[in-house]
Nanobody, 120 residues
Framework: QVQLVQSGGGLVQPGGSLRLSCAAQ????????MGWYRQAPGKQRELVAT????????????NYADSVKGRFTISRDNAQNTMYLQMNSLKPEDTAVYYC?????????WGKGATVTVSS
């Protein structure tokens, strides 16, 4: 059984930075994609960023929602089965619960979520 354990999040002022982590615990043979999603109060869950490991592309391939391009960076530590989301220049509209997701071995796994609040 695979579990995704999230850490990070919290309260930050506009313009500040936070880093979210997502560690996959359990046995994973092959990861297809990894991603971060967020859900703001009263809104639907939306995609923030994805990363596809190099085995499926010529190199790790990352994609971002237009709203976070240039501010957020998704990365991973393959050896540790850990994924990160570095968030810089945070805005109040980035306030949401952030979820990590991994599609691996034909299964879809989700973290429990971490709350990010951007407020002065």
């Amino acid at each position: 059984q695979v579990q995704l354990v999230q850490s990070g999040g919290g309260l930050v002022q506009p313009g500040g930075s936070l880093r979210l982590s997502c560690a996959a615990q359990g046995s994973i043979y092959s990861i297809n994609t990894m991603g971060w999603y967020r859900q703001a109060p009263g809104k639907q869950r939306e995609l923030v960023a994805t990363i596809t490991p190099a085995m499926h592309t010529k190199g790790d391939s990352s994609n971002y929602a237009d709203s976070v391009k240039g501010r957020f960076t998704i990365s991973r530590d393959n050896a540790q089965n850990t994924m990160y989301l570095q968030m810089n220049s945070l805005k109040p509209e980035d306030t949401a619960v952030y979820y990590c997701q991994i599609w691996a071995d034909g299964m879809d796994y989700w973290g429990k979520g971490a709350t990010v609040t951007v407020s002065s």
